[in-house]
């Protein structure tokens, strides 16, 4: 009796074992493994893939811009200068090709007669939408009349016959003038309390023609000088002043001067806490 239900029982654990590998098997996944592909994509059976390729970037050339960014006054191109005497011109080149390499770019100035014109750097290269500045320097002759005399900036892409932008400025001769530059903006200002290791002294100045330089004294002491450029008709100066131990009473004065010998004053007294 014992030896027959054993035999039942055995019989019943090798079916239940079958049916359990049975559903096992039938739940894997049986797709054939993918393969790589000589393309670097994958392959699996007869079907084939490949990587994208990306999309091509057209080019498309543009003529460049030239602008001479001196002005001696809001939106009035150039610069004053006495005669005979170099001012320096900044020019800038515009880059309007869109999805190109870099391209060169060669930039010449022209002049009235008699006056001087040195370019020593007339090549630049720029990237596709970018820019880049230049300069060219001119003297005007020692013996010249009063007024404005046009200077012609161009452009023309490397190898190119004809330029292919222009832009006029002046050259403004002046041989007199009895105002003084004004001053303005100053920081700190009259009556302001500071604080902090250091402070930012600055300072604006324009003239009716050119300012050529700010000094700066602090407690009637000369500290520094700002040179002024030709490019633009407001000059600025700037010095970081450590505070240190300066707690107290203190008085600033910026000196501008023109070409001319004329000078502007201003003094501002204020307290470091």
């Known amino acids: 009796m014992v030896r027959i239900f054993a035999s039942r029982l055995g019989r019943l654990l090798f079916g ?39 999309p091509s970037r057209s080019c498309t ?19 004053w200068g006495l005669a005979g005497q170099q001012l320096g011109y900044q020019i800038q080149v515009t880059n309007y090709d869109s999805g190109c390499g870099p391209s060169s770019f060669v930039i010449s100035m022209s002049a ?61 001769v002046y041989s007199a003038d009895t105002t003084a530059p004004t001053l303005f903006l100053s920081n700190p200002w009259d009556g302001a309390t500071i604080s902090g290791s250091s402070y930012n002294v600055v300072v604006s ?22 040179t002024c450029d030709d490019v633009t008709y407001i000059c600025h100066l700037a010095y970081n002043w450590p505070l ?20 502007g004053l201003l003094t501002v007294t204020f307290t470091v806490g």
């Open 16 to 54: 239940i074992w079958v049916v359990m590998l049975v559903t096992s098997v039938s739940g894997l996944n049986m797709v054939p493994a993918a393969s790589k592909n000589t393309n670097g994509g994958t392959s699996s059976g007869t079907t084939t893939s490949s990587k994208p390729s990306k």
């Open 205 to 226: 100045s324009s003239d009716d023609h050119a300012v050529s330089s700010i000094d700066l004294f602090i407690d009637n002491a000369y500290v520094t000088t700002a």
């Open 112 to 172: 009235p007669d008699g006056f001087s014109v040195s370019v020593p750097t007339n090549t630049i290269s720029l990237k596709s939408t970018s820019q880049g500045f230049l300069w060219a320097y001119v003297t005007s002759p020692s013996v010249i009349a009063d007024g404005d005399y046009p200077l012609i900036a161009t452009v023309a892409r490397a190898g190119a016959s004809t330029p292919d932008a222009t832009f006029t400025s002046y050259y403004n």
């Open 61 to 79: 050339t543009n003529a460049p811009r030239v602008f001479v960014e001196n002005n001696w006054a809001w939106g009035s191109p150039g610069s």
């Open 244 to 263: 240190r131990g300066l707690s107290g009473q203190h008085t600033v004065t910026f000196a501008s001067y023109d070409w001319m010998g004329n000078v």
